[in-house]
Structure formats: C-alpha cells, structure tokens
C-alpha cells in the first residue's frame, strides 16, 4: 500500500527524517528500508505542490513520474569532544604569608590542546580580619579574574569558585593559587576541588589565547 503526502520540492531532502519520525508508509516499505538502507519515492514535477509517492525499493514509477531515492540514513558526523582534566586536594596549605600567592591545586600536564570550560570549588580556612584572593595559573603565570572572601569578622570556614573558559596548550600545568591579606596565622587552603571539560579543540574553531599578563592581588576592601 502507497502512502501518499503533499510536499513542496524543497522539503524532499529532509522529508526521510521526518518520515522515519511519523512513521509515514507501509510494513513493507519499512521492512524494505530497513533492508536496503534507501527509501524510494516517486513525484511529478511541474506543479507548486508536488505529490510525492513513496514506494518499496522494488515497485516501479508509474510512466511520467520521477524517481527519487534516499539514504535512510546520513553519513556519521565528526566525534564529539567529551575529554576532561579533574583533581582534588585535601591536603592543608598556609597562607598566611602576606600578599604571596601560593600554589594550592595543580593538574599537570593537561593532555590535550583546547579551550576547557573550568570549575574550581576552594574551601579556605579564613582567620578574623582576614581576607583571601585565589586565581588560576598557567606553568605559574596567573591568569584570569581573581575570586576573593573577606575580610571576615571572626575564624570561619569560607568557600571561593573559580569559573571560566581558557585555552591551554598540551602540557601545561594548571594551578589554583591563593594569597591573604593580612597575615593571619589561622588562614589556609582547606580543601577543594578542579573540574575540566574541553569545548573545542584547535581541530575546530578554537584559537590560542594571548600570552598571559601577571598582575598583582585585586584591592582591598
């Protein structure tokens, strides 16, 4: 049995999609299809709308129609990027040294080139009247804007998130460094966390980033 629908000749090059959708056509054009991976149809042309036929792979087009055959399906696309960079630390590091910016997480190396879209979560341990910036890096450059907590009125544990898109080239050694303020004995890097997706590869569109510029601690306040 012949289903037939009302398609303009533009819609011919994705009418398979939809049909395998709807379910449009017999049990034997779907068993055909599925067979032979085409489907086949037959049209006349000459009108705005044309009325399109579809037929099992076998059936011939009735005299004056044309035919038309389609892969049922495309060809595969290019691999999806699904690499990442994780780490963890749980192992304590003083900061109370003053405006110095001390290395508190490292993945090293990252193994592929690109632009990851990066999450760090910090845990610090904050003094009273302290405040505490953290930063990434790059092979010890800082790069980026910097997260910062404080100053707190009394010891207290606070949290800091580092979030944002950077190339790094194969190799490099990704760091969360922190600093405090004020140098008070009681601040340190607590725990925390690093989480990495690569968003595009220079396969794709992605481009190197300008060489990074270190820059001191943010004010203040």
């Known amino acids: 049995m012949n289903t037939r629908r009302w398609l303009s000749v533009a819609a011919v090059t994705v009418a398979s999609a939809t ?5 449009v056509g017999s049990d034997a054009l779907a068993s055909n299809a599925a067979a032979t991976g085409t489907i086949k149809a037959c049209y006349k042309t ?3 709308l044309v009325p399109l036929s ?7 087009c009735p005299t004056g129609d044309t035919t038309l055959t389609w892969n049922k399906a495309g060809p595969p696309g290019p691999a999806g990027v ?3 960079i994780s ?9 109370n040294q003053g405006n110095t910016l001390v290395q508190v997480m490292t993945i090293t190396p990252v193994p592929t080139s690109g632009t990851y879209y990066l999450n760090a979560s910090i845990m610090l341990t904050v003094g009273a009247g302290d405040g505490v910036a953290c930063v990434w890096s790059e092979n010890g450059t800082e790069v980026g804007t910097f997260a910062t907590v404080g100053d707190v009125p009394n010891l207290s544990y606070q949290t800091v998130s580092l979030t944002g898109s950077l190339y790094l080239p194969a190799g ?7 600093s405090d303020y004020n140098s008070v ?3 340190s890097f607590y725990n925390g966390a690093i ?12 481009k190197p980033a300008a060489a990074p510029v270190r820059h001191g601690l943010p004010p203040h306040l």
């Open 82 to 84: 699904s690499q990442g």
């Open 19 to 23: 049909l395998a959708l709807v379910g």
């Open 185 to 187: 004995p009681q601040t």
């Open 87 to 95: 780490t963890s630390s749980s192992t304590s590091v003083p900061l």
């Open 46 to 48: 000459g009108t705005a």
């Open 54 to 60: 579809h037929v099992g792979n076998s059936v011939k």
């Open 172 to 178: 490099t050694n990704l760091q969360v460094l922190c």
């Open 195 to 206: 989480t990495g997706v690569l968003i595009n590869s220079p396969a794709g569109n992605a």
